[in-house]
């Protein structure tokens, strides 16, 4: 939609809002802390069968025979299924949102550990699991390779035949057919000339900056039930973040119309991105129509580290400034640990790729970005896309740079960053975006101009900041439909998935706005494909800006109908009246409550009003040559964040004793949401920064459970942390609004990093922060590094 | 399950006297699963570590995914599904509403049983004695900051009494 049309369905809204703006209790409260509240987790169906799942113990090999007949001996067994069993009913079984290539189960290769090969059916989920132990695998193994960058190399091992692009996106079609290669996708990006921006820079500063794998620890760890409804159309329940992408894959894999194929979800105990496309959905899908009896397939806890994590990276980044600190050339490279399968690697690959050169006005810029298959497991989305691995090269190297050139790291940032107005390196133009304000605030809440007292001895501090650019991922769908029922009560029918972020209650707050009633009252129903109308999935941040819109749009819809029952009513023009406290008022003082006008218009309490509204933001695809589009994204976000720490230098331990995570939103539409996904996202991101970290081996994960994996809780919180946000709203947001999700990850880890830089000057290329990397990097910067460096 | 396999135990279930037929293996989660349809306690780690299966057993919070069922046998099991009585919350699940002490709510009702066992222990815990009591209990939306407020809003409102 054009601006143009978004202010024109403005016209009329009554400034100041009572809904939009509100800290309203999230609607499912009570569900919740008794316990009531419906996960996925919790369903079972009469008759259902357990699956549970065989895994690879190999990271690359051919399969050479696998018996179930040990399995099948155990009582209670029902079935055994495997690749042989999928093919007859699904000829050409890989699926995918980037491209079609991974097997419903292993089909005659495995390419990671932990791969599902076979999946063991019983009604007692033990039995299931004992016997899933008794199948005998064989494999043949292949030459297997890890690191993204030697993966991405020529001559490494071939993980992948030829590449097999989905079609969805159809900026990836061009990878069509490509073969002999680990390399998924190699997006680029050029503006400028970045050989003449070196040559002309006064010094040139190059660095190698690595993130390692880490995954979401979702608490409800990932599900699906699948059953058949009568003869021919099926059912699947599941915790995803996407049930409209479930459902029309799953259609392509059966070759169903989308009619017959049913997706619901209800809350979900997290998500973080490890619920998005398709994970058991084809699967419990193809056992149920194999079997005929519902089936139900739940990871362990255990089993989520072998099936979706975030992406290791490797970020090479070139540097050139002139002596006033201006930086005039940028060169990136990123190679991205995809894992064995693509997921949605390549568009974080090419939707972070972009944004690579960060918040700053570089004149010659040149950005390369790989989606590197290796054979580890497969690698996704995780709470910001990507954005997190280039904003930790690009914002260390920035106080590198400042460091080295003697100047105030923020002051370094003010003389760089993208004013209102100037293009992006892609082209597009930076609208709507407050960087300077959030460097205003970052400086007012961290008191920058104050002096700082770093310490001398064991116990040094230090302070840093950092910001995160990200561009609104695009383009996407929003539908949704908006009721009022025969007794003036309302429901909101939409496809985004509440995981925790509030949507439930967002979206209730903007239908209440439109209509004129308390969003306490609003009913939100949870996706179900049969009943809830399209949405490209709960990802990105979008869901406030794009399906608000079509919330919004909806509510308009029925608002005029009801304006125009109301104006039938008192004889006057529609246009004259107002929804407000639940009513239509007029005026003179007339008015008729919601239930009054749908006795008006259907005489009993009986009829719906029903409002659709549908959201497609504008988009132009980027050039692949060059990578520019004048149209990139609906919505730019911008995420800062400062720290303070205290690092005691015997042991490399740092100590976060202060964090500001401070953002861009647009218009807050719950402020009390939007401070609450800023914190947490902090708190993450801080495990993320000082100690959660994948540790494999030969593509074995060392560390699959949270007793070795560990996560954040009450003892490893920053003393002081607080959330802070600018408020402009966005020209074309619903009221105003942006989404907030990410913006809290992309900044705390450089800002963090850049203040163990502060403290003690050392440069540490490698996330997490380790007691132990620290200290070896202590150790090296004293000129006396630990026997094994 | 096998007849050497299997147990019939009688327990209290949330003040009501309950017989359950369980295996020696299943966990008291299992089977408030299956036997009580009672899905507030979850397993998520399956190792004792988040929290989300917490279970009151003779007044004493446990991990109700490694906790045996047979364990119960004869004993005292309160679950969140306990707390509320009637229509009305429990002073600390209404604390929890009020302060936004939860996001996706998973891992919730462990937090609510342990406040609870937190404020008959101590009944205005200071935020250093809310965090180290809380700290086996885990959040990875991370709403830390928020239960230490609803907790102490519990402890105002009395939450260390059960009513009626």
């Known amino acids: 939609m054009t601006k143009l049309e978004t202010q024109e369905l403005d016209r009329d809204s009554r400034a100041p809002y009572r809904e939009v703006g509100r800290s309203v209790p999230r609607l499912e409260g009570a569900a919740k802390v008794t316990g009531s509240a419906e996960y996925i987790h919790n369903l079972r169906v009469p008759g259902m069968l357990h699956g549970k799942i065989c895994r690879s113990s190999v990271a690359h090999g051919r399969i050479v025979g696998i018996d179930s007949s040990a399995a099948l001996a155990i009582e209670g067994v029902h079935a055994v299924i495997t690749i042989d069993e999928v093919l007859t009913l699904v000829a050409n079984p890989y699926y995918g949102p980037a491209f079609h290539d991974q097997p419903i189960l292993a089909h005659g290769k495995v390419r990671h550990v932990g791969e599902p090969v076979a999946v063991v059916l019983a009604a007692d989920p033990h039995v299931a699991e004992e016997a899933s132990n008794l199948v005998e695998i064989a494999y043949e193994p292949i030459e297997a390779v890890f690191d993204e960058v030697a993966a991405a190399r020529p001559g490494a091992p071939v993980i992948h035949d030829v590449l097999k692009p989905a079609g969805m996106f159809t900026d990836l079609k061009y990878l069509q057919g490509r073969s002999g290669t680990n390399v998924a996708l190699d997006a680029r990006v050029r503006r400028g000339d970045v050989v003449r921006g070196f040559a002309e820079s006064d010094r040139i500063f190059e660095h190698t900056f690595r993130s390692g794998k880490v995954m979401h620890a979702a608490f409800e760890p990932i599900v699906s039930v699948a059953e058949m409804n009568g003869h021919d159309e099926l059912t699947i329940h599941s915790a995803t973040q996407s049930p409209s992408f479930v459902r029309s894959e799953i259609s392509r894999l059966l070759g169903w119309p989308e009619n017959r194929v049913r997706v619901r979800t209800a809350f979900l105990g997290g998500g973080f991105g490890a619920k998005l496309y398709i994970k058991l959905e084809a699967l419990v899908a193809v056992c149920a129509l194999i079997v005929r009896k519902p089936v139900r397939i739940a990871l362990t806890m255990d089993e989520q580290f072998y099936t979706i994590t975030k992406h290791g990276a490797t970020v090479r980044i070139k540097t050139g400034v002139k002596n006033d600190g201006r930086m005039i050339a940028r060169q990136v490279e990123t190679f991205w640990n995809g894992g064995a399968y693509a997921d949605i690697g390549p568009r974080v690959t090419q939707k972070s790729g972009f944004t690579a050169a960060g918040p700053y006005d570089i004149e010659h810029v040149a950005l390369d970005n790989f989606a590197v298959y290796t054979n580890e497991p497969p690698a996704g989305a995780l709470r910001g896309f990507g954005i997190s691995q280039v904003s930790w090269a690009y914002e260390r190297q920035a106080d590198i740079i400042a460091r080295t050139l003697g100047i105030d790291p923020l002051d370094f940032r003010r003389r760089n960053i993208l004013r209102e107005g100037r293009p992006h390196v892609t082209g597009t133009r930076i609208s709507n975006l407050e960087i300077p304000g959030v460097l205003d605030l970052l400086s007012d809440r961290m008191e920058w101009d104050r002096p700082f007292d770093r310490g001398t001895g064991t116990i040094r501090r230090g302070r840093g900041l950092a910001l995160g650019l990200k561009a609104c991922i695009s383009p996407t769908t929003s539908v949704a439909i908006v009721h009022v029922y025969g007794d003036g009560s309302c429901a909101v029918h939409c496809g985004t998935v509440d995981m925790g972020q509030g949507s439930d209650t967002v979206m209730a707050q903007v239908a209440g706005e439109v209509l004129g009633i308390r969003a306490e009252s609003v009913q939100v129903l949870h996706p179900d494909t049969s009943s809830t109308p399209y949405d490209m999935g709960t990802l990105g941040s979008r869901s406030t800006f794009h399906m608000g819109h079509a919330v919004r749009m909806a509510a308009l819809s029925v608002r005029a109908q009801l304006l125009e029952i109301a104006g039938r009513a008192f004889g006057v023009d529609p246009t004259d009246l107002a929804c407000c406290d639940a009513a239509v008022v007029c005026g003179d003082g007339r008015r008729l409550t919601l239930r009054e006008l749908m006795l008006e218009r259907f005489a009993m309490q009986a009829g719906n009003v029903v409002g659709v509204g549908s959201y497609a933001p504008s988009y132009e695809k980027a050039n692949p040559e060059t990578g520019q589009s004048p149209d990139i994204t609906p919505f730019w976000m911008l995420g800062g964040a400062g720290a303070e720490i205290a690092v005691d230098m015997e042991t490399g331990r740092i100590n976060v004793t202060k964090l500001v995570n401070v953002a861009d939103v647009g218009r807050a539409i719950n402020p009390s949401i939007v401070e609450r996904q800023l914190i947490g996202a902090a708190i993450m991101q801080a495990g993320f920064t000082l100690f959660e970290e994948m540790i494999l081996i030969d593509g074995q994960v060392l560390n699959a459970s949270l007793a070795d994996y560990k996560i954040p809780g009450f003892l490893d919180l920053p003393e002081d942390l607080s959330a802070a946000y600018v408020e402009i709203p966005h020209e074309n947001g619903p009221f105003g609004a942006k989404g907030v999700g990410e913006t809290g990850v992309f900044s705390p880890a450089p800002a963090i990093a850049n203040a163990l830089y502060d403290a003690i000057g050392v440069v540490v290329t490698d996330l997490p922060l380790t007691p132990e990397r620290v200290l070896r990097a202590i150790r090296k910067a004293e000129g006396r590094p630990m026997e094994d460096d | ?164």
């Open chain 2, 1 to 164: 399950m096998s007849g050497e396999q299997g147990r019939t135990i009688p327990f209290m279930l949330n003040d009501r006297p309950v017989v359950a037929r369980v295996a020696v293996y299943e966990t008291v989660v299992e089977v408030l699963q299956r036997e009580f349809g009672l899905f507030g306690a979850r397993e998520s780690c399956g190792q004792g570590l988040c929290g989300c299966c917490t279970v009151v057993v003779n007044g004493t919070a446990v991990s109700g995914c490694l906790y045996l069922a047979v364990l119960v046998d004869g004993a005292e099991v309160v679950t969140i599904e306990g707390l509320a009585t009637g229509g009305s919350l429990h002073p600390i699940q209404q604390a929890f509403v009020e302060k936004n002490g939860f996001q996706c709510g998973f891992c919730t009702p462990g937090f609510i049983l342990m406040t609870k066992e937190l404020l008959a222990h101590c009944p205005h815990p200071t935020t250093d004695e809310i965090r180290h009591y809380l700290s086996g209990n885990l959040c990875r939306c991370a709403s830390y900051l928020d239960i230490v407020e609803a907790v102490k809003m519990a402890a105002e409102a009395g939450g260390s009494t059960d009513r009626g």
